[in-house]
């Protein structure tokens, strides 16, 4: 197991009891890296963080104190994550930010997305990023204060996840589609199809 005390923390290179690491790691104070887990490229680990053994990380990617990476999770194209943030068992990050005690803890893709603070999606949730036809993802945006339209935008970006406000829920087995944007506190029940965007506080899929 690599701590932070381990002659290889904040080095380049190396393989400790089973773990993997090629590149430059920072290891913060009383982190953990179990064995069989694999690190490359250019990678920051904050404090009292566990890396589970299977996990891969793939640099660039920035995570901050406290963090949980768990067995299976795979980070890979630029993944910041902040403190507190659950990146979970079998789960793959790709281009996304996790704001300060978001969780993806279960079988669940989070790619080209922002999970807000404290935001969680539950097992088996997908950010889809790619339209099928592969056009560029459009985006609604509401109104300030809700007095007019709403408009859609071009983005002009061919991946697009979603964008989660803070303290949103999403139930387990739930698809948002690329583009979709989710207001503070908004609900979403389990085996939804979500898209657009919701305004905060909303309840989605129920009835």
Sequence with gaps: ML???????????GETEGS???????????SRIEPG?????????GADCLIETGAYIRGP????????IRQGAYLR?????ADGA???????????????????????YVGDS?????????AGVILSNVRLDKRNIRATLLSHGGGGEPSLHNTGLEKFGAILGDACEVGCNSVLNPG??????????????????WSEGSAIGMH
Excluded: Y
Excluded at 37 to 45: K, L, N, Q, R, W
Excluded at 61 to 68: K, L, P, S, T, V
Excluded at 88 to 97: L, P, S
Excluded at 114 to 122: P, S, Y
């Design 114 to 122: 922002i999970m807000g603070v404290k935001a969680h999606i539950g």
């Design 20 to 30: 993997l690491i090629r590149g430059d790691l920072r290891l913060g104070p009383r």
């Design 3 to 13: 701590l932070a005390e381990d002659p290889l923390a904040g080095t380049r290179g």
């Design 180 to 197: 979709s944007i989710l207001g503070a506190r908004c609900r979403v029940t389990p085996l939804s199809v979500v898209k657009g965007t």
């Design 86 to 108: 659950v990146l979970g068992h079998a789960c793959e990050f790709k281009r996304c930010v996790l704001l300060e005690g978001s969780q993806a803890p279960h079988f669940n």
């Design 37 to 45: 887990a694999h690190i490359e490229g250019s990678v920051h680990i």
């Design 77 to 81: 194209g630029i993944v910041l994550a």
């Design 61 to 68: 990617a920035w995570i901050g104190d406290r963090c949980e």
